[in-house]
């Protein structure tokens, strides 16, 4: 029941800012013990978890990617964000968003189906 969809550009000029939109249907984003991911994957490599935000608000971010991440959501209408900052050519990836709880039995997950990113010039 729970979906996810990512949407934003798909190109994205070094130096400059990806932004990207996680739109959620089926449940609130508010809704205690829920994360809500972004994950990535450059060409050729594994997955990379980048961030999430709780449903409380709170943001956990990788070490690695902190200085240039930032999360957020909009309650309104169920979605939340992804900015990432002074991007660079190795920042391309498919990325997508997901979540998961352990608040019921069994425990969730849901992926989005992802969306390409490149990022040159």
């Known amino acids: 029941q729970v979906q996810l969809q990512e949407s934003g550009p798909g190109l994205v000029k070094p130096s400059q800012t990806l932004s990207l939109t996680c739109t959620v249907s089926g449940v609130s984003i508010t809704t205690n013990y829920y994360y809500w991911s972004w994950v990535r994957q450059p060409p050729g490599k594994g997955l990379e978890w980048i961030g999430y935000i709780a449903g409380s608000g709170s943001t956990y971010y990788r070490p690695s990617l902190k200085s240039r991440i930032s999360i957020s959501r909009d309650t309104s209408k169920n979605q939340f964000t992804l900015q990432l900052s002074s991007v660079t050519p190795e920042d391309t990836a498919v990325y997508y968003c997901?979540?998961?709880?352990?608040?019921?039995?069994?425990?969730?997950?849901?992926w989005g189906q992802g969306t390409q990113v490149i990022v040159s010039s």
């Open positions: 997901a979540y998961n709880t352990l608040a019921t039995m069994p425990p969730r997950e849901r």
